[in-house]
């Protein structure tokens, strides 16, 4: 396998008796870039990043993180990987500055990077007058913040985020993702998971997860651009009838509301889509107007994994 | 770095002291359940028998039948409260629940007594009580066989019975020995059995098993500064056994606390077993109960290790608590010394051996 890659995978594989969580994923993340899982809850993505990291044993498949052949040269690679669980797994009752301190001690850092390392957590992460305070007190977004800042202590090459921010409000949501690419910036590969378009948006690689398999990769711009269907705004006084209506029809695949408007998404093959659904939608009065638009990224996730009410209604 | 797996264990077990600290409860667990236990089963806990009451039917009306009830009353042992006229109205008593012991002197008790070939006189006792039965057993051997018999020079059944270690025949010199095994075997069984379960209870294992720890450092990690608290348990029982009970340290202190030791580890080892089998704290508790009635009934402390059966002695024999309380009975109440008692010491050994081999081997540094 090729060092360039900070993760590869080939045939990733997981069941649960019958169940199979991941099923054959190939993977090829490049090194110092932030790649993205984005998949519905239950779609795999917590299994797969913890059969990455070594927590989980696949049921078939090779995993290499780093060069590393994993589960079996794990213990090897664990000084070089941070990982974020998806819930707070640090201390509840130490205060933050012990948390700090147990993990750097943990990672046998020496006494000067102990001490420096943790002085700059403090500053990087506004931890400064939290550093007494119990875990356990503090808000959604500092324990966010103490978390990086615990996962990171140890200059990981890799770091995996399992949902970081799912708990957490937009702007600290905002400076969690700052932290993120001063990160990348320094060397680090990170690989996050998320269910959230706007963070999706950010990453420079995406990966669309669906029911365990591995539907659509790309930047998120050129998932967008190639997305595998026609992409109609309609705007309208009854947004609700005109949803109704294209659910009826064929090559429509999926119809979401977003405040007064809709985007539909049509089967790319079909002959002059915009033209159909204009006629389609005539006696819905003058204030119906149906225009091409370029498709976003909850459009793409949408078509990739054929998850919403419309695409049921379509199938 | 050769020192690393150090650290990495001390970080363990720093954190975990002062988890201990900040948790008020397991804090006043460590303190306050050997102080309970100690006043309970000391004060409680009382095999010694006395104070029965008895009923007295004396036909045969001597000064001699006279003197044996007097001497009778003054030990204390039992209290003459009903004075029958016959056999058939003692045994009414004795079956009403009135008395728990009926003494029966025969008219020709003089008699019988000089020639001491046949009982001279009767003791009944209230058999539906079995340690009540074996007491009164114990005591009716006693003065008639060595104040009356040996006045005509009969050997016959004669039985002097001195107690050697515990002369006054006090529960407290026997139990309290036996109560420093008790309380650690509680505590520190279900301190450990919840030290791991905790951590993956609350998803801290998780963060963990990514770092470089390894499961032996974790497990030795976790396990120091219970010995600490499991020693300082000791010094509580000791102190308060010597202040309440005056129990004594007739052996060497270095000798007991060598051997507590040695019980701490094997203790902690099926704790930490226990930790790695359950899955919930729930579980881990249940688990030490199942584990703790076994230690309670079978090693001697609370009933005589020689009067079980033969089966239930084998089980006996594998519980820490049986060779421990062996040993804690030997060094403070006969002075021994431990390489005396080398047959009570290596089983700790061996069971804190395989106990911590299987939980490491148990324990995956994985989530399946």
């Keep these: ?315 | 770095m050769l020192l690393d797996p150090l650290r990495r264990t001390r970080a363990i077990a720093v954190k975990e002291v002062r988890q201990l600290l900040r948790d008020r409860l397991t804090f006043a667990m460590i303190v306050g359940l050997p102080l309970l236990q100690v006043i309970l089963f000391g004060y409680a806990i009382n095999t010694d028998v006395r104070h029965l009451r008895a009923a007295v039917a004396d036909l045969a009306g001597t000064q001699l039948s006279r003197s044996v009830v007097s001497e009778a009353q003054a030990s204390q042992v039992v209290d003459i409260v009903a004075v029958a006229h016959s056999a058939p109205e003692l045994e009414a008593l004795l079956r009403d629940g009135q008395v728990s012991v009926g003494l029966y002197f025969p008219p020709d008790f003089d008699r019988r007594a000089a020639t001491g070939a046949e009982p001279a006189a009767q003791l009944m006792v209230d058999g539906s009580d079995p340690t009540l039965l074996g007491v009164a057993q114990g005591i009716a051997r006693m003065p008639l066989a060595t104040r009356y018999v040996p006045a005509r020079g009969t050997p016959a059944a004669l039985f002097e019975i001195r107690d050697f270690y515990n002369p006054e025949r006090r529960s407290a010199v026997d139990i309290v020995p036996a109560l420093i095994g008790v309380i650690l075997t509680l505590t520190m069984v279900l301190f450990t059995a919840v030290a791991i379960v905790r951590e993956r209870e609350r998803g801290n294992l998780e963060l963990l098993i990514t770092t470089p720890v390894s499961t032996i450092e974790l497990m030795a990690g976790k396990i120091g500064p219970y010995i600490v608290i499991g020693l300082i348990q000791v010094s509580i029982v000791l102190l308060l056994g010597w202040l309440l009970f005056s129990v004594p340290v007739e052996g060497s202190l270095a000798a007991l606390y060598l051997a507590a030791l040695l019980f701490i580890a094997s203790s902690l080892g099926l704790g930490l077993l226990i930790s790695t089998l359950a899955k919930t704290q729930f579980q881990a508790m249940q688990l030490t109960v199942f584990t703790f009635l076994p230690s309670i009934l079978l090693s001697g402390f609370m009933f005589p290790f020689d009067g079980m059966p033969r089966f239930a002695q084998w089980i006996g024999e594998l519980l820490p608590l049986t060779h421990f309380v062996r040993l804690t009975r030997g060094v403070l109440l006969r002075g021994a010394a431990l390489d005396g008692m080398w047959v009570d010491v290596w089983p700790l050994l061996v069971f804190f051996a395989v106990t911590m081999v299987l939980a490491v081997l148990k324990f995956h540094k994985r989530l399946d």
């Excluded at chain 1, 052949?69 to 819930?87: D, F, H, I, N, W």
């Excluded at chain 1, 659904?277 to 990224?297: D, H, I, S």
């Design chain 1, 1 to 315: 396998m090729a060092p360039d890659y900070a993760i590869e995978t080939r045939g990733l594989t997981r069941r649960f008796g019958k169940f199979t969580a991941v099923d054959g994923v190939d993977l090829n993340i490049p090194r110092a870039q932030i790649y993205g899982f984005l998949g519905p809850n239950g779609a795999g993505k917590s299994t797969t990043i913890r059969m990455l990291c070594g927590l989980l044993e696949p049921s078939s498949g090779e995993v290499a993180v780093l060069g590393y052949r994993v589960p079996e040269q794990a213990e090897a690679l664990r000084r070089k990987l941070g990982y974020m669980t998806q819930s707070f797994s640090l201390y509840t009752d130490l205060t933050v500055r012990e948390n700090l301190e147990f993990m750097a001690e943990v990672f046998t850092l020496s006494k000067s990077q102990c001490a420096s390392r943790i002085h700059d957590a403090e500053q990087r992460y506004f931890l400064g007058e939290l550093m007494e305070q119990r875990a356990g007190t503090l808000s959604g977004g500092q324990k966010q913040r103490l978390g990086l800042a615990a996962a990171t202590l140890h200059a990981p090459e890799m770091l995996f985020l399992d949902e970081p921010t799912s708990a957490v409000d937009p702007q600290s949501r905002r400076d969690f993702w700052d932290r993120l690419f001063d990160l990348a910036a320094e060397g680090t590969t990170i690989l996050v998971s998320t269910h959230l378009m706007d963070e999706a948006e950010r990453c420079h690689g995406l990966a669309i997860i669906s029911r365990g398999k591995l539907v659509a990769e790309g930047s998120p711009q050129s998932l967008m651009q190639g997305i595998d269907a026609l992409v109609l705004e309609i705007e309208s006084e009854d947004p609700r009838r005109c949803a109704a209506l294209l659910n009826q029809q064929p090559y429509v695949k999926s119809v979401t509301q977003i405040g007064t408007r809709l985007h539909a998404l049509l089967d790319k093959r079909t002959q002059g889509g915009l033209k159909q659904v204009q006629g389609l939608l005539k006696g819905m009065g003058p204030g119906c107007q149906v225009r091409e638009t370029p498709a976003n990224l909850e459009d793409v996730f949408v078509s990739a994994t054929g998850r919403s009410n419309g695409a049921q209604h379509a199938a």
